[in-house]
Nanobody, 119 residues
Framework: QARPVESGGGSVQAGGSLRLSCVVD????????IAWFRQAPGEERQGVVC????????YYDESLKDRFTISSDAAESTVFLEMNGLETDDTGVYFC????????????WGQGTQVTVSS
């Protein structure tokens, strides 16, 4: 299983936006679930959102769904995480992961991309 590759992190002020990208191979995007997690300093890894294109399903963390949007581009084998209205609590490392299903076992993780939101 090839590891996904994240990009798009950076430093923004509160209220700003970022779009993260997760590149996987075409088979993985069409067959498995792709999930975004995040980990704040000193905290446990938290699930943000998961998409399963084969089933047409998406699962969001309820506390984030009003500000975060997941989308995909099959031609680029990429899953995007659009984050708007960023808050300082959104600071952390954002990871892309491949899962058997959105509620299933994790297969592999990316290296992560840092998001820093300043007040």
């Amino acid at each position: 299983q090839a590891r996904p590759v994240e990009s798009g992190g950076g430093s923004v002020q509160a209220g700003g936006s970022l779009r993260l990208s997760c590149v996987v191979d075409a088979f993985t995007l069409g067959y498995y679930a792709i999930a975004w997690f995040r980990q704040a300093p000193g905290e446990e890894r938290q699930g943000v959102v998961c998409i399963e294109l084969r089933k047409g399903t998406t699962y969001y963390d309820e506390s984030l769904k009003d500000r975060f949007t997941i989308s995909s581009d099959a031609a680029e084998s990429t899953v995007f995480l659009e984050m708007n209205g960023l808050e300082t609590d959104d600071t952390g490392v954002y990871f892309c992961a491949v899962r058997n299903h959105c509620r299933g076992d994790l297969r592999t993780w990316g290296q992560g991309t840092q998001v820093t939101v300043s007040s």
